[in-house]
């Protein structure tokens, strides 16, 4: 049976950047790996950002919303049987950022996928500098994700301070107590620029396995009023987009924006805009589309579309 791994994590935290990390990482290694996003959103940017891995080693497959959760889940475990049937050493799955972890342990123990998979590593992303004023919905997901995860990976290392990284790694204790989780954190931590990470680092993620902590269920998922908000066919200068993205994060009257991404025409290529509160990082990619998405928690449609108009 082929393992699977479920690169999960909170809204910007760079499953995406890490996820192709660890891909690479496995083609080097002479394996066939399957991937599959897994999103609620109607158009997944973070496929496009994968397509450079494509090969006749490396498969991608996208579940995208536009339809009811029952629907939503049965397109994952149809893909799934699919990537099942493909021969692949090794499938990696990114879900939305406000995935429950037990959704995926649910699905892999249905026929047929119990002779398909075995789970390999549940890997959790987490910013190293993380916002310490998340709602109580936002604290449930992280809290849900670190539970069941064998290696948590902190991302944006080399740019955040000891205070700060302490300062997290006491959120998500906090987080976990807040669901009665009696999880800690020691020796689950991979905190280390990403630039300098080796294969011994890979290895270690891969074979990390998962936990089984127990955790209080919240009913948090149908109103916890995460959203995407796509402003499609709006083509913008990098500077153009900056300056809307920061106006974006700046208004109080816009509502909890995490994250701001897209792609950007330039010099016949595309650039990837990828931003968040504290940060933006721009970097040419080999496709894109006229495209921009805005994710955070009650956002006003409205005044987002009048600052992006």
């Not at 496929?47 to 991608?60: A, I, P, Y």
């Not at 998962?210 to 499609?232: H, T």
Request: glycine fraction near 10%; charged fraction near 30%; hydrophobic fraction near 40%.
């Amino acid at each position: 049976m082929a393992k699977i791994d479920l690169i999960t994590g909170f809204l910007g935290s760079g499953k995406t950047t890490f996820l192709k990390l660890y891909a690479r990482y496995l083609l080097g290694k002479g394996m066939r790996i399957g991937i599959l996003e897994n999103d609620y959103g109607a158009v997944n940017v973070d496929m496009l950002l994968l397509r450079e891995l494509e090969s006749d080693r490396c498969g991608l497959e996208m579940v995208a919303g536009a339809c009811d959760a029952d629907c939503h889940k049965r397109r994952f475990k149809t893909k799934l049987i699919a990537l099942g049937m493909s021969g692949y050493d090794r499938v990696l799955i990114e879900p939305s950022g406000v995935f429950d972890t037990d959704e995926f342990f649910d699905t892999l123990y249905e026929e047929p996928l119990d002779r398909f998979f075995e789970a390999g590593s549940v890997i959790a992303v987490a910013d190293a500098d993380l916002d310490d004023d998340l709602s109580e919905a936002a604290d449930y997901y992280l809290a849900s994700q670190i539970a069941g995860a064998g290696v948590v990976v902190l991302s944006k290392t080399q740019t955040a301070t000891e205070a700060q990284k302490q300062s997290t790694l006491a959120h998500i204790e906090r987080a976990l107590k807040s669901v009665r989780c009696d999880k800690r954190l020691s020796g689950n931590i991979l905190a280390k620029d990403w630039a300098e990470l080796t294969d011994k680092d890979f290895e270690r993620v891969m074979n990390s396995g998962y936990d089984c902590a127990d955790f209080v269920k919240r009913g948090v998922s149908d109103d916890s009023g995460f959203r995407s908000l796509y402003l499609i066919n709006k083509a913008y200068t990098v500077e153009e987009l900056s300056e809307k993205a920061r106006a974006a994060f700046g208004s109080d009257e816009c509502g909890r924006i995490f994250r701001v991404k897209g792609f950007v025409k330039h010099d016949g290529g595309w650039l990837e805009f990828n931003a968040t509160g504290k940060q933006t990082d721009i970097r040419p990619i080999e496709h894109g589309q006229d495209i921009v998405i805005v994710i955070g928690d009650g956002l006003n449609e409205t005044k987002i579309k009048k600052i992006f108009k």
